[in-house]
């Protein structure tokens, strides 16, 4: 007898700082929905990933899935395509504008080789046929919360650059664009039309509001940020 669903509510869960995330990575409770119209496979699922050690929250359709409030912890969805109204090809595209770091494992009983790589062009983890191997799964399901996590950790991480970022003025904006391509003080001087000193005091007003402890940490932060030279002719 098939196993009854298990409603777990992740309200209270909220999204880690990213050095943080990548301490618990290795040991965080993975977190799972099951988007699945099949009451009896869905069961089945919510049981096998339970018993696995996963935290698992179970939804008939996509559009419940989309309605519940906790859409946005989880590390991996498994879901199948030919869901009723919305299906999973359309809730993924869906996702990838809101939630685009989550991971999706695709479960089908309809053999179409053509949907399935259309699914993982579109960043699927994987693509699995029913009556699916349970190994395959587990082992997917894992991979897809390990780049989730990752994913997640560096939006968390582009964000608070973005934020610190803003706090630049024009000028300031200008310097940290040229000092990341790895001109010295005096060409970014020669660049600009300014004086090396400065161009000396806007690189410490950067480096302050970035919070960056060296220039390697400051080049780090603009290549998570896209910084590149065709970026001056934004900031100008």
């Known amino acids: 007898m098939p196993a009854p669903d298990i409603a777990i509510d992740f ?5 880690k700082d990213a050095p943080d995330a990548n301490i618990r990575a290795a040991t965080e409770i993975i977190k799972v929905a099951v988007v699945e119209d099949d009451k009896r496979l869905r069961q089945a699922l919510v049981f096998q990933l339970g ?3 996963f935290q698992v929250a179970s939804h008939t359709s996509a559009e419940e899935f989309l309605e519940a409030s906790h859409t946005g912890v989880f590390d991996c969805i498994v879901m199948d395509n030919f869901l ?3 299906n999973g090809l359309e809730l993924q595209q869906t996702l990838k504008r809101t939630i685009p770091y989550v991971s999706i494992v695709f479960i089908t009983g309809h053999g179409d080789l053509a949907l399935g790589m259309h699914a993982m062009r579109q960043g699927a983890v994987d693509f699995l046929e029913k009556p699916v191997d349970d190994e395959a799964l587990l082992a997917s399901i894992r991979r897809g919360a390990n780049l989730s996590r990752e994913q997640r950790a560096e939006q968390i991480q582009r964000i608070e650059l ?3 970022q803003s706090t630049l003025t024009p000028r300031e904006r200008e310097v940290f664009v040229l000092i990341t391509t790895g001109l010295l003080n005096k060409q970014v001087g020669a660049v600009l039309g ?3 000193r400065t161009v000396k005091a806007h690189r410490g007003q950067v480096m302050n ?3 960056a402890g060296s220039l390697a940490e400051l080049v780090r932060m603009a ?3 896209q910084i590149s030279p065709l970026a001056l002719k934004l900031v100008r």
């Open 209 to 211: 509001k970035m919070h």
């Open 194 to 196: 300014a004086t090396e």
């Open 84 to 86: 009723p109204g919305m």
């Open 162 to 164: 973005e934020k610190r």
């Open 223 to 225: 290549g998570i940020l």
């Open 51 to 53: 018993t696995a050690g």
């Open 11 to 15: 309200r209270s869960s909220k999204a």
